[in-house]
């Protein structure tokens, strides 16, 4: 008697646990589903760090090369404002020398006379 009592009230459960039983697969199917697309973002995450990290390497690489490049032009700047100074001094030691030299011979071939 017992078990007729249950049985409307199994039939009437029946299509709530066939529901349950449905949601809990797409459930699961969508878990699965979601699971997959994170990681496919995540892959596409990483190839897009990668690729934003060469990106920036090359950049980095860029700048170094043209920092190296104002330097050495700067570097040659100066040594040619250096050599350009020193070519000054001589030529004014020179002039100088030679002042000084053509007085000289002038005061031996022309002694000064007092009067």
Known sequence: MNVLLHEPFCFCLMPLILQVSDEAKYIKTSKMDRTQQIQELHSRVDENSSGESS?????????????????????????????????KQQNVAVSVTFFVVHLCLLTLVFPYKRC
């Open 55 to 87: 990106s920036k390497k090359a950049f980095e690489d860029e700048i170094q090369s043209s920092l190296n490049s104002v330097l050495a032009s700067d570097d040659s700047r100066i040594a040619e404002f250096q050599l350009t100074s020193e070519e």
